[in-house]
């Protein structure tokens, strides 16, 4: 079990900023690949992003890439996704997830099938 907690969510204006962090627990997760999904009301769970054990892989999906970063920091056990130029449509419940599967693709890890374990959600809300 990799326990997954989701901060930093929060009620923002169209326009705005926001960084989300997931902090892991335990001594491995550094051999943990992790991603970002979202999931709007009414909508199924969408990827967000990916990053890779050593960050060297790293994967966007379109409607987000150029306005977040996912990034992680192996020495705090944390993860995290800024989001800048923030849009009504990104209003949703934020997840992080974990996998210690590795994929020779990393756009592999944009299925929500490639992780094992999840968090609770974090609530973005952009108003308009």
């Known amino acids: 079990q990799v326990p997954l907690v989701e901060s930093g969510g929060g009620l923002v204006q169209a326009g705005d900023s926001l960084r989300l962090s997931c902090a892991a627990s335990?001594?491995?997760?550094?051999?943990?690949?992790m991603g970002w999904f979202r999931q709007a009301p009414g909508k199924e769970r969408e990827f967000v992003a990916a990053?890779?054990?050593?960050?060297?892989?790293?994967y966007y999906a379109d409607s987000v890439k150029g306005r977040f970063t996912i990034s992680r920091d192996n020495a705090k056990n944390t993860v995290y996704l800024q989001m800048n130029s923030l849009k009504p449509e990104d209003t949703a419940v934020y997840y992080c997830?974990?996998?210690?599967?590795?994929?020779?693709?990393?756009?592999?890890?944009?299925?929500?099938?490639?992780?094992?374990?999840w968090g609770q959600g974090t609530q973005v809300t952009v108003s308009p």
């Open positions: 335990g001594r491995t997760f550094s051999t943990y690949a």
């Open positions: 990053i890779s054990r050593s960050s060297g892989g790293i």
């Open positions: 997830a974990a996998t210690p599967r590795t994929f020779p693709i990393i756009r592999s890890y944009s299925g929500e099938y490639a992780y094992d374990y």
